[in-house]
């Protein structure tokens, strides 16, 4: 039997996130203070939007306090101090009820044991429909499920990638800092092969690298 359709079922925890309205912007002189895969990105409960989430991996060096500020305005408004600093920890914040399509500018402040302090710049905008596909070629596409109405889209963010240095010409590139998963919340990522011949038998590879940072 041809196989027409190739799916990969990722199965991750919480929220999803997709705008291209998005920078990270990191001061850091020294990987020991950095701190790992830092990715903002617009989030959405249903199509609402108005939620971006900000996330990363600690790294292992101690930390005193992590505090995130609303630099957007002309005044530093604190939005939280409790956030965690266990080292090698998975961190993802959500900073929500804000407005779609306004950017909004945040500080991630990391003071270590050690008194050596990090500010670390990201800006982003909110926007509804936040689950709808970026995958532009027409070959991909993905869906999501979530535990009910009121859970964010998994925190998956997919990409395709071409350069002719990839088998066939493209990747996708798929990126998530949640560690663990949450029952009823995963995504489904679709590859189809519309082309194909009748009766002729095709063989497909999948490769994979994983960049994980310790």
Same mark, same amino acid.
Do not use: H
């Given at each position: ?95 929500? /009820?804000?407005?779609? $399509? ?12 050690? =008194? &050596? %302090?990090?500010? *670390? ?63 009823? /919340?995963?995504?489904? $990522? ?12 095709? =063989? &497909? %590879?999948?490769? *994979? ?6």
């Amino acid at each position: 039997m041809i196989k027409r359709v190739l799916a990969v079922f990722l199965t991750i925890s919480l929220f999803i996130s997709c705008l291209p309205c998005i920078s990270v912007f990191a001061l850091s002189l020294d990987k020991d203070y950095e701190l790992i895969n830092l990715n903002v990105e617009s989030v959405a409960k249903g199509s609402e939007g108005k939620t971006i989430s900000i996330s990363w991996k600690n790294p292992d060096t101690p930390i005193d306090s992590i505090k995130i500020y609303d630099i957007t305005g002309e005044e530093e408004i604190l939005i939280t101090d409790s956030v965690t600093t266990t080292p090698l920890s998975y961190v993802c914040y959500y900073v929500e /009820n804000l407005i779609n $399509l306004t950017v909004y500018d945040f500080k991630v402040s990391v003071l270590f044991e050690d =008194n &050596v %302090k990090r500010d *670390y710049f990201v800006s982003a905008a909110p926007s509804a429909g936040t689950n709808e596909s970026l995958l532009s070629d027409g070959k991909w596409g993905f869906s999501y499920a979530r535990y009910d109405a009121q859970s964010f889209y998994p925190a998956v963010f997919y990409n395709v990638l071409k350069d002719s240095s990839f088998d066939g010409g493209a990747a996708i590139k798929i990126v998530s800092n949640i560690e663990n998963k949450k029952n009823g /919340n995963y995504s489904i $990522l679709k590859c189809a092969f519309p082309n194909l011949e009748e009766g002729k038998k095709y =063989n &497909v %590879k999948i490769r *994979y690298l994983t960049l994980m940072r310790n």
